[in-house]
């Protein structure tokens, strides 16, 4: 990029408040990891994660000072037509983190994740498969966020650029919880966190990285929620017996 158009991003960027900045890596296409039931499952993992940091994260950073940040947030079209900021919910050492595309309208007038029909859904998947895999876990214990923390207009897919612009929020937060396990919940999380545009049907059931930590890609709950898609509830469970073996085991 030319340095004086650089320059000039950057002005922009720090007079909105924005102390850091990630940059997607140059191998934006991690293969999939074969298998972590392997003694050292991170020996098998590809080589370049897919997001690098351009800055380091403040060695202090934390969840209440990414949502300082974030403010009255007006770095993307998005807010125009929220009426809450959804930042995400759960447990702050969470050892597995869910990460959707945005907030629907329920989540929007709540300020809270997955609180709709799919939010009900998704609740049932992680309390039911724990509990018929002998795992003790409550929706409380992971930790649950989105892409971006606004609603798109019509629950369309978020743009690249407003992907672009809030996700940095997001790889903070998950830089901050650190989890064991990161799930991503639809294309729009796998691309964000991967770098992937292919389709869930192609990603889903194996294993990715973002930094050092291992990823999973499924099916978000509001396709489960469609009736012709009954066939892919199956992989998707099938998907959160992986995560919780692995996380939980
Ligand atoms: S979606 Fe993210 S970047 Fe856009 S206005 Fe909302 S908080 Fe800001």
Not at 153 to 181: G, M
Request: some cysteine; aromatic content about 8%; proline content about 8%.
């Amino acid at each position: 990029m030319n340095p004086e158009l650089l320059r000039r991003y950057l002005a922009f960027y720090r007079d909105l408040g924005v102390r850091f900045l990630w940059r997607r890596a140059l191998t934006p296409h991690p293969a999939p990891v074969a298998s972590l039931a392997a003694a050292d499952p991170l020996a098998a993992a590809p080589p370049a994660p897919a997001l690098l940091f351009a800055e380091e994260a403040p060695a202090d950073d934390s969840l209440a000072r990414i949502r300082e940040d974030i403010g009255e947030c007006t770095r993307c079209r998005l807010h125009k037509g929220r009426t809450n900021i959804v930042f995400g919910d759960g447990n702050e050492q969470a050892k597995l983190v869910f990460v959707g595309e945005g907030p629907g309208a329920e989540e929007d007038a709540q300020g809270l994740p997955f609180v709709g029909r799919a939010g009900q859904l998704l609740t049932q998947m992680i309390e039911g498969t724990a509990r018929k895999e002998g795992l003790h876990l409550r929706r409380s214990d992971v930790y649950i966020c989105n892409v971006v923390k606004c609603r798109p207009p019509e629950n369309r897919t978020p743009l690249p650029d407003e992907i672009d612009t809030c996700s940095p929020f997001l790889f903070r937060q998950l830089a901050v919880i650190r989890p064991k396990a990161i799930c991503c919940l639809g294309a729009t999380a796998a691309r964000a966190l991967l770098g992937r545009k292919e389709g869930v049907t192609r990603l889903r059931g194996q294993w990715y990285r973002w930094q050092d930590i291992p990823v999973m890609v499924t099916y978000h709950p509001s396709y489960l929620l469609r009736p012709y898609n009954q066939s892919a509830k199956r992989e998707a469970w099938e998907d959160l017996k992986k995560v919780l073996h692995y996380v939980y085991d």
